[in-house]
């Protein structure tokens, strides 16, 4: 008997070593747990979704919905799809088709290859492409300058559906090179630029710590027409505190009949209330206010060559974007 429990000790004893040696070793091997890598390779300044207490999307700026918005499903996304929602984006070049036939901004090239969703972040990438097959009959002219389609890719989306007011919000990082990162729409015979973004720029601090905003007449009739040289109807810079491809920021636009409202990461810029008197000088000059037309959202990244040309060393670079939403007034 005596025998017995002492051989029980023993095993017992075994058993329990044997189950340190187990979990020491799993420690000691964690690298090479694949659960390990796939947290491993999650980005640390991946943003949280903005919800309420109640699950409800609400804009930064008014998370208690004292505006009575609705979100449009239809046309926001949160990019948490493996692959992009090609029922409500457009990219450009795809099939050969270019929304109001615009390939990209010389020298680059929007490619079909150049966007991607990860980790539900959709990232529009430049690259350096020298072998790219680009257009070899369009060209761009800029300060007298003629710039052919060359080296430089870049990409772009285009929404499908077409709204009227609201607001648009975007958590966005810009590209860290010299091309634009960009949140704007395209309408009838006109265009809202709601930024052009440069956070790359070799040599200003001012221009990587700013928000291009623009509002532009594509009408031939109104003397603000930007092919004649005279535009944008309106423009100005915003100027925010931080470098815009530093890390992922909220930017919001609420747009309406009287004024277009700008706000960084939930609070009014302090020159983001631009309302109709403001943009046309007390009424004496209504041409320059375009933005009563329906929209569809469009993002990209652009060469600006007045701004400097990404070299080699430059590229690839990454303009990230979290999500998109667009709500709107609801209706009584």
Not at 130 to 149: A, H, I, L, M, R
Not at 241 to 268: C, M, P, Q, R
Request: glycine residues 6%; contains cysteine.
């Amino acid at each position: 008997m005596r025998f017995l429990v002492i051989m029980f000790s023993v095993v017992k004893n075994l058993i329990f070593l044997s189950i340190f040696i187990i979990l020491t070793s799993c420690t000691s091997e964690e690298a090479d747990d694949p659960i390990l890598d796939i947290i491993n390779e999650i980005p640390l300044d991946k943003p949280e979704p903005d919800i309420t207490d109640s699950g409800v999307l609400y804009p930064m700026s008014d998370i208690e919905n004292k505006g009575n918005w609705i979100l449009n499903k239809e046309i926001s996304d949160e990019f948490n799809l493996d692959v992009l929602d090609e029922d409500r984006w457009h990219i450009q070049g795809k099939n050969g088709e270019y929304v109001s036939n615009f390939i990209g901004r010389a020298p680059s090239q929007f490619s079909t290859e150049n966007i991607k969703i990860e980790q539900g972040v959709l990232k529009l990438i430049s690259k350096w492409e020298p072998d790219f097959n680009f257009n070899t009959v369009k060209t761009q002219t800029v300060g007298n300058v003629v710039y052919k389609y060359e080296n430089i890719t870049t990409a772009a989306l285009v929404g499908k559906k077409y709204f009227k007011y609201g607001y648009m919000e975007i958590k966005s990082k810009s590209a860290k090179a010299p091309v634009t990162s960009s949140f704007w729409t395209t309408g009838n015979k006109s265009e809202l630029d709601m930024f052009e973004t440069f956070g790359g720029h070799k040599t200003s601090d001012t221009w990587r710590k700013r928000l291009k905003y623009n509002a532009i007449s594509w009408d031939p009739n109104n003397k603000y027409y930007l092919p004649d040289g005279l535009g944008p109807a309106y423009t100005t810079n915003i100027q925010v505190a931080h470098n815009t491809a530093d890390e992922f920021h909220v930017y919001g636009f609420e747009w309406s009949s009287d004024y277009i409202k700008i706000y960084i990461d939930g609070v009014l810029h302090d020159k983001g209330n631009l309302t109709k008197d403001i943009v046309t000088n007390n009424g004496i000059d209504l041409e320059r206010w375009v933005t009563d037309v329906g929209y569809k959202i469009w993002v990209d990244s652009e060469t600006f060559p007045w701004l400097g040309i990404p070299t080699e060393d430059d590229l690839p670079a990454t303009y990230q974007i979290d999500y998109i939403r667009v709500w709107q007034k609801k209706t009584i």
